[in-house]
């Protein structure tokens, strides 16, 4: 347990579906991340939030949706994926000296 | 810019030898970097971290890692491979000025009887 929860663990979606993941974080951490990580690839670096507003987009398809509504939960939101986009996301908290990656919502796009 | 290099993408050892996994990252005042180890089909697990205390940082499963301000190294080492070691590991510098947390390519290790 690293204080970092992503729900759901695993995800099956269609193509036309719109699904959510959810990243939360009772650390008092002020920044939240989300990156893929697909077979065979290095970790992508897709979004950071610091005190809620996001600072970095690493030129995420526009189907890849965030949200922060506060310092402690981050979403993303997904509509219309590809099967490309089938991997782990993993979410991760940092504040200071401190980083804690939650265990990943494996997501299957079919 | 700021970034993470580990130096090998794959290593390979022999059962009970050493393991040296190589970390360089960009200069930075006090990064904290962090080891993590993933196994197949598995999360992120912390190995150890380095926060400006202690130069040489002792983690968990027999890890250690130097943190060398002059290199701008920190590699992973271990003195005696086991077979359970076989994974990819991660090193991961968080840039305390903007809060951001940056991944190395990752090395797989791979453990031969």
């Known amino acids: 347990e690293t204080g970092v929860t992503q729900t759901p663990r695993h995800l099956v979606m269609g193509m036309t579906n719109k699904k959510s993941l959810k990243c939360e974080q009772h650390l008092g951490h002020n920044a939240m991340y989300w990156y893929k990580q697909s077979a065979k690839k290095p970790l992508e670096l897709m979004f950071v939030y610091n005190f809620k507003e996001q600072t970095e987009n690493n030129s995420v398809p526009s189907r890849f949706s965030p949200e922060c509504p506060n310092s402690s939960h981050l979403f993303l939101h997904l509509h219309t994926l590809q099967p490309e986009d089938s991997a782990l996301y993993l979410c991760?908290?940092?504040?200071?000296?401190?980083?804690?990656f939650g265990q990943g919502t494996r997501l299957t796009v079919v | 810019a700021q970034s993470v290099t580990q130096l090998d993408s794959h290593v390979s050892v022999s059962e009970g030898t050493p393991v040296l996994l190589r970390c360089n990252y960009s200069s930075s005042y006090s990064p904290s970097l962090f080891w993590y180890v993933q196994h197949p089909n598995k999360g992120l697990q912390l190995l150890l971290k380095y926060t400006s205390a202690a130069t040489l940082v002792k983690g968990i499963n027999g890890f250690e890692a130097e943190f060398k301000k002059s290199e701008t190294s920190f590699h992973l080492t271990k003195p005696s491979a086991h077979m359970s070691d076989a994974a990819e590991y991660f090193c991961v510098v968080l840039y305390n000025q903007g809060g951001k947390l940056i991944f190395g390519q990752g090395t797989e290790l791979s453990v031969k009887p």
């Open positions: 991760a908290s940092s504040h200071y000296t401190e980083a804690f």
